[in-house]
């Protein structure tokens, strides 16, 4: 009896979508956040732009001796692709087949990429790197394990560079998803043993991605729902009925996550905070 094939998980894909779509308007084959200023209008247009500072802001603070980075959740391969770009040696480590195939396209068939989740692969006892590097890849992994893990491929005194965004205490229910809560993070890197070099807040750099996300909403998303809702009501009428009502829950669900407009900047600043970190590994 065969098995059946494993599921596709559907924000994998929709990631892909996304780093399509943004490649066939804007040019861009990066899916992290940019870095906003006062220069720089937040408008899709510019997305490119910013992305780009994020790459040089954040590439900026790999310290100088480094060599061997390992990127853990390297997503579609811009950063991996800058640091080999530069000379690193570089291997990523990616959950995502769709992902893993988009980043070898853009970073070349040779760029290694363990597949699987960071706490899952196996890598042998001796194989250590320079730095490890999170980049929005850090909120997706057990708080309870991640240092640990990351001190395992670590050589002695080397680095961890983490640039992502955590939960902060503030009233309401936030609509935007993701980060481990800040204050046990704090904890989790007081127990590790690693040493903070650099903690730099950028919330209010990158909260303007928020901006951008509800302007495609707004401009895109929505009167495209509604045009192939309104097709699918003349069309179909009695199914388009049943299938609101069969899905009613999600859909109501869908229309506040992604087509209410509470996506934007000052939630996201309300309850998150961006922050790049360098940690350090003492040498004994």
Known sequence: MSSLPERVDSREVGLVAGLNLLHFFLGTRDLHYGLWGDDLEVEVKNLPVAQKRYSEFLLGHVPDGVER?????????GVATELLARGFRVEGVSPSLLLSAAARRQAGNDFVIHEGRFEDVEFAADDRFDLVLFSESFQYIDLDCVLEYAKRRLNPGGYVLICDFFKIPATGRSIIGGGH?????????????????????ITAETAPNLDIVAQMERELFLPTAELVGYAFDRNHPWLSRLLRWKYRKKLRKIRRKYLSGERNGDNFARHKVYRLLLLRLPES
């Open 69 to 77: 980075v390992l990127d853990v959740g390297c997503g579609a391969g």
């Open 181 to 201: 809560p800040i204050e046990k993070f704090r904890a989790a890197l007081e127990a590790s043993g690693l040493e903070v070099l650099t903690d730099i807040d």
